[in-house]
C-alpha cells in the first residue's frame, strides 16, 4: 500500500532555494519510479524529476535541469527535490507520485499514486 505526503512548498522570492520532500511508504519494488511533478490551474501537469529505485535512473525536465536536483534518502523513506535559482515560472502546485514499469518518466498517466500536492510560489 503506497502512501505520498509531500511537504516544504513555500513562498520565495526568485533567485531562492526551497527543499521538497515527498514521505514515501511502500514504495518497494525496484521497478518503482518516483516523480515530482507540478501543476498550474488551466494546465496540464508537467513532469519536473523522476528517480527509479531499481537503478537510481533519474529525469530531469529542460526547464530545470542545472537548477532541481532530486534524491533519495533511504534512512528517512523520503524523495527530496532542492530546488534553486527559482524563477517565477516554477510558482506551482508540487505533486510526488510513484508508478511503476515507466515508459515515459514525464507522463502523468503512468503513474499510479500520487500524493496531496505543496504550493510553491515564486514573487516578489
Known amino acids: 500500500h503506497v502512501q505520498l505526503v509531500e511537504s516544504g512548498g513555500d513562498l520565495v522570492q526568485p533567485g531562492g532555494s526551497l527543499r521538497l520532500s515527498c514521505a514515501a511508504s511502500?514504495?518497494?519494488?525496484?521497478?518503482?519510479?518516483v516523480g515530482w511533478f507540478r501543476q498550474v490551474p488551466g494546465k496540464e501537469r508537467e513532469g519536473v524529476a523522476v528517480?527509479?529505485?531499481?537503478?537510481?535512473?533519474?529525469y530531469y525536465a529542460d526547464s530545470v535541469k542545472g537548477r532541481f536536483t532530486l534524491s533519495r534518502d533511504t534512512r528517512k523513506s523520503t524523495f527530496d527535490l532542492q530546488m534553486n535559482a527559482l524563477k517565477p515560472e516554477d510558482t506551482a502546485m508540487y505533486y510526488c507520485?510513484?508508478?511503476?514499469?515507466?515508459?515515459?518518466?514525464?507522463?502523468?498517466?503512468?503513474?499510479?499514486?500520487w500524493g496531496q500536492g505543496t504550493q510553491v510560489t515564486v514573487s516578489t
Open positions: 528517480i527509479c529505485v531499481g537503478d537510481g535512473t533519474k
Open positions: 511502500g514504495v518497494t519494488y525496484v521497478t518503482n519510479c
Open positions: 507520485a510513484v508508478g511503476r514499469y515507466i515508459a515515459d518518466y514525464a507522463q502523468p498517466l503512468e503513474y499510479a499514486y
